[in-house]
């Protein structure tokens, strides 16, 4: 049985690809190499010894898709990452974003729905939460008016899937990451933003290697002990086995429900501050940073409550923020040529 993991020379997508040949699964890639890079095939191979199947495919094209599971027959479970995911971009072109995310969903939904029984697993977001009331946020935290057309996406794509799925031979899971940091600790893979970062701590090492004239911290002015926004920073490679966990979940028929939902963080926040901090002390760079106005759109706190996912998925990240700042540290080092 072969397993699509659709962007899967992304971020999180190659991760997960890796995790997945090391337990012994087949998979073939999707990605349309829009924001990711045909190399990271070359750093998968390298450290799982295989090569995955790739299909470049954009797949927001009906008869690509279409075509892609007449060629796979056999591709029966799917893990879906490929989608646009820049929050600033999604308020500027919306339309974008809702043909990218749904659009290419949708079409996935209607291969899978035509297997006997078949598996999805959803790459979903923190960001359905909206600002909670309470913290650490579960589960069952009421899903608030998305505060992006990029978090409208992530929403209605989890109605869709749960529609689909009770109408159908779908079971799905859908995991809620917090914030994905880090990368592999053999340094062939990481996190490569193409253009400007949207995330933390690419900034931060771009700004330590050189590439940054200065890294801006949006506003000091939040109810929080330092001023700064709190996030849940969890490993990429933790997160990437969540993934496999899950698939596996339900391959062997364990899932309670059609469509079950996890969160997948550590169950600590740390500010903004904390986390230049803890990069500083780990690597021995000193960063140049300064704040300014708050950011439009920016949450005060989330972290997760990872009791479900612990108990119930049987997943618990066990890698600290530290060691994923000392592998971003090292892979920022290699990408520009500086180990």
Same mark, same amino acid.
């Given at each position: 049985?072969k397993i699509?993991v659709?962007?899967?020379?992304?971020?999180?997508?190659?991760?997960?690809?890796?995790e997945?040949?090391n !337990?012994?699964f087949?998979v073939?890639?999707?990605? *349309?190499?829009?924001n990711?890079? +045909?190399?990271?095939l070359?750093?998968?191979?390298?450290?799982?010894?295989?090569?995955? *199947?790739f299909?470049?495919?954009d797949l927001r094209?009906?008869?690509?898709?279409?075509?892609f599971?007449s060629?796979?027959?056999?591709v029966?479970?799917i893990?879906h990452? #490929?989608?646009?995911?820049a929050v600033?971009e999604?308020v500027?072109?919306?339309?974008?974003y809702?043909e990218?995310?749904?659009?290419s969903?949708?079409?996935?939904?209607?291969?899978?729905?035509?297997? !006997?029984?078949s598996?999805?697993i959803?790459?979903?977001?923190?960001?359905v939460?909206?600002q909670?009331?309470?913290?650490?946020?579960?589960?069952?935290a009421?899903?608030q008016?998305?505060?992006?057309?990029y978090?409208?996406t992530k929403?209605?794509?989890? !109605?869709?899937?749960?529609d689909?799925a009770?109408?159908?031979?779908?079971n799905?899971?859908?995991?809620?990451?917090?914030?994905?940091?880090?990368?592999h *600790?053999s340094?062939?893979?990481?996190?490569?933003p193409?253009?400007?970062p949207?995330?933390l701590?690419?900034f931060?090492t771009?700004?330590a290697i050189g590439l940054?004239e200065?890294?801006?911290?949006?506003?000091?002015d939040?109810p929080t002990p330092?001023?700064?926004c709190i996030r849940?920073?969890?490993?990429?490679?933790?997160?990437?086995?969540?993934?496999?966990?899950a698939?596996?979940?339900?391959i *062997?028929?364990?899932?309670?429900?059609k469509?079950?939902v996890?969160?997948?963080?550590?169950?600590?926040?740390?500010s903004v501050?904390?986390?230049?901090?803890a990069?500083?002390?780990?690597?021995?760079?000193?960063?140049?940073y300064?704040?300014?106005?708050?950011? &439009?759109?920016? +949450?005060t706190e &989330?972290y997760a409550?990872?009791?479900?996912?612990?108990n119930?998925?049987g997943w618990? #990240?066990?890698?600290t923020m530290?060691?994923?700042?000392?592998?971003a540290?090292?892979? !920022?080092?290699k990408?520009r040529?500086?180990?």
């Amino acid at each position: 049985m072969k397993i699509l993991v659709t962007g899967g020379l992304g971020f999180i997508g190659s991760h997960t690809v890796v995790e997945l040949q090391n !337990e012994g699964f087949d998979v073939v890639v999707i990605d *349309d190499l829009s924001n990711s890079s +045909i190399e990271v095939l070359d750093g998968i191979t390298a450290i799982t010894g295989k090569k995955p *199947d790739f299909e470049q495919i954009d797949l927001r094209d009906k008869a690509a898709v279409q075509a892609f599971f007449s060629k796979y027959n056999d591709v029966a479970s799917i893990i879906h990452f #490929a989608a646009s995911k820049a929050v600033g971009e999604s308020v500027e072109n919306p339309l974008l974003y809702y043909e990218n995310n749904l659009g290419s969903l949708v079409y996935l939904l209607r291969g899978l729905q035509q297997k !006997e029984k078949s598996h999805f697993i959803f790459s979903s977001s923190c960001t359905v939460y909206g600002q909670a009331e309470k913290m650490p946020i579960t589960e069952d935290a009421p899903i608030q008016v998305a505060m992006s057309p990029y978090g409208n996406t992530k929403q209605i794509g989890e !109605e869709i899937i749960t529609d689909v799925a009770n109408v159908s031979n779908i079971n799905a899971i859908l995991l809620r990451y917090f914030n994905p940091v880090g990368a592999h *600790d053999s340094v062939m893979i990481g996190e490569l933003p193409k253009g400007t970062p949207q995330n933390l701590v690419p900034f931060i090492t771009q700004t330590a290697i050189g590439l940054r004239e200065q890294l801006s911290v949006f506003g000091d002015d939040y109810p929080t002990p330092d001023g700064t926004c709190i996030r849940d920073y969890i490993h990429v490679v933790d997160l990437a086995k969540a993934h496999v966990t899950a698939l596996k979940r339900l391959i *062997d028929n364990k899932n309670a429900d059609k469509v079950e939902v996890f969160n997948l963080g550590t169950g600590k926040g740390n500010s903004v501050l904390e986390v230049i901090n803890a990069f500083e002390k780990v690597t021995g760079q000193k960063l140049n940073y300064r704040i300014v106005a708050r950011r &439009a759109g920016d +949450i005060t706190e &989330a972290y997760a409550d990872t009791a479900k996912a612990n108990n119930v998925l049987g997943w618990k #990240a066990g890698l600290t923020m530290e060691d994923a700042l000392a592998s971003a540290w090292k892979w !920022e080092k290699k990408v520009r040529g500086k180990e």
